[in-house]
């Protein structure tokens, strides 16, 4: 059994994805009931294709924003605007607005359709562990568990109890932030931001009637802030920034006051305790990629500690999700650092740098194409990882190399029907390969990872005589042309072969 901790985004994709996967799993949160705060807004693709691999996307996209824009004002003057999607074919989904709520209930809806309860009012209080199990010590009582994973936020007592560094340091001074229901002129469709030497202002759109998130630069003067206190300053700040006198039906959903910190742990596993989510990274929410990180993670666990505990394959997998999902977390925290810096700079130098050569920058076709695919998370790639191109060195004719994210390819499943390739993961591996020879490299693959874990996707793409096996995550697995080199990768790759590194 597993024990998650957290039933925030990231555990609660966790506990979906090793439900999916047959896994006994109990998730426990302090929390009296769910959160209805919206906190986390944005869902980049990736995000969406791990919530559609899990069955939990149906209808969320009908219910969200959908961003068209991204607008920036710099002293009150236009100078970018970001088309989303611009020029980026990779790119095929939508980025979202919604609440971190919504994603959660969404998750929350899939999780019982598999049959499992979250454990609302549960305190996870310590945690002992030997070589067989772990003893996880709630304030009403003691689990034992074969392996707990803590997704229980950036003051993690599991990562406490675990004894995991969390070094790093605050970013920028605090801001104010706040959901409001407003009658504001601005597009329903384009998230603005207004870049001024006395601070910052940004508009988001969220799904509902004239409802709005506004965040703006708190002042650091030490004064108590009360919800008054931000409702008066992002007031305020519409009326400097955006040039518009706030109307008078004004009403605070929500408000909250926060203070950006760039914080990575120094590993994601001690044994049997692993992190996820923001128990292993915290860093500025600019950009949208804190929830997206943290699914990314639970997917990549899901399935490893899936054939752990199933028994397919040996512990040392569990080490591959720090070496492929910590670079991926060290990047975010850099990049969003550098952007956050830039976007409240209070030094005349790097203002001037970013308004004169970053801004215009950023106009360029090329550079808004790179940059949208860099935010989608659709370039994530783990080939350097202990699971990439070491094994596996063919090219398969669409320049991709082991580790890299594969296309949601058109194929045509055993029975004949058509289907689409990330349809058919989930918690499966899916082979893709001409039809002659998929039931080979299908049995394969099915005699090491279960019979119901591996499914036969026939490709559709004429002579190409290339086999993929495409990893629940939707990364190359392995690519070659012969059964034994798949069978010597899987023994490898599971560990049996002792050939992890």
Not at 369 to 380: A, D, G, P
Request: with cysteine.
């Amino acid at each position: 059994m597993v024990v998650v901790v957290g039933a925030g985004p990231t555990g609660l994709a966790l506990a979906c994805g090793l439900a999916l996967a047959g896994v006994s799993v109990r998730i426990v949160d302090k929390a009296e009931r769910p959160s209805t705060a919206s906190r986390a807004l944005g869902i980049q693709p990736r995000g969406s294709e791990v919530l559609d691999r899990l069955g939990a996307l149906e209808g969320l996209p009908e219910r969200s924003v959908r961003v068209a824009e991204f607008v920036t004002h710099v002293n009150g003057k236009c100078l970018m605007r970001l088309k989303v999607g611009a020029h980026a074919a990779l790119v095929d989904r939508p980025v979202l607005v919604n609440s971190q709520a919504e994603v959660e209930a969404q998750l929350l809806r899939r999780l019982r359709a598999v049959g499992v309860e979250v454990e609302w009012g549960r305190e996870f209080i310590d945690a002992d562990q030997d070589a067989e199990s772990v003893t996880v010590q709630l304030d009403d009582g003691a689990v034992r568990a074969r392996w707990l994973v803590g997704c229980d936020g950036a003051h993690s007592r599991v990562r406490g109890s675990a004894g995991i560094g969390f070094p790093g340091a605050p970013v920028v001074d605090g801001f104010f932030l706040a959901d409001v229901r407003a009658s504001l002129p601005f597009p329903r469709d384009v998230v603005s931001a207004w870049l001024h030497r006395k601070g910052m202002l940004g508009v988001f759109p969220l799904p509902g009637d004239c409802v709005w998130r506004l965040v703006a630069s708190a002042p650091a003067d030490g004064e108590d802030i009360g919800s008054d206190r931000v409702s008066r300053a992002l007031r305020l700040a519409v009326q400097e920034h955006a040039g518009i006198q706030p109307p008078e039906r004004w009403t605070d959903l929500w408000t909250s006051t926060f203070r950006i910190q760039r914080r990575l742990a120094t590993r994601y596993r001690s044994r049997r305790v692993l992190l996820a989510g923001d128990a292993a990274h915290v860093h500025s929410p600019f950009g949208g990629q804190g929830m997206n990180t943290g699914l990314g993670d639970a997917e990549n666990l899901a399935w490893k500690l899936a054939l752990v505990a199933s028994g397919r394959a040996h512990s040392r997998l569990l080490d591959t999700y720090e070496s492929e999902r910590r670079p991926v977390a060290r990047e975010v925290v850099a990049s969003t650092s550098g952007v956050t810096r830039l976007a409240v700079a209070d030094n005349m130098v790097v203002r001037a740098v970013r308004d004169r050569a970053l801004v215009p920058l950023l106009r360029l076709p090329t550079a808004q194409r790179l940059l949208w695919e860099k935010s989608s998370q659709l370039r994530i790639s783990y080939r350097n990882g202990p699971l990439g191109d070491r094994w596996s060195r063919l090219g398969i004719g669409v320049g991709l190399r082991a580790g890299d994210r594969v296309p949601d390819l058109t194929c045509l499943r055993e029975d004949g029907s058509r289907t689409r390739l990330h349809g058919e993961l989930g918690h499966r591996w899916a082979i893709v390969a001409p039809a002659a020879v998929a039931p080979t490299f299908a049995a394969i693959a099915r005699r090491h990872l279960g019979a119901d874990t591996a499914v036969a996707a026939v490709s559709e793409t004429g002579g190409r005589r290339t086999v993929m096996l495409v990893r629940p995550d939707a990364h190359l697995g392995w690519a070659g042309t012969t059964p034994a080199a798949l069978d010597h990768w899987l023994t490898h790759a599971l560990g049996s072969g002792g050939g992890l590194r």
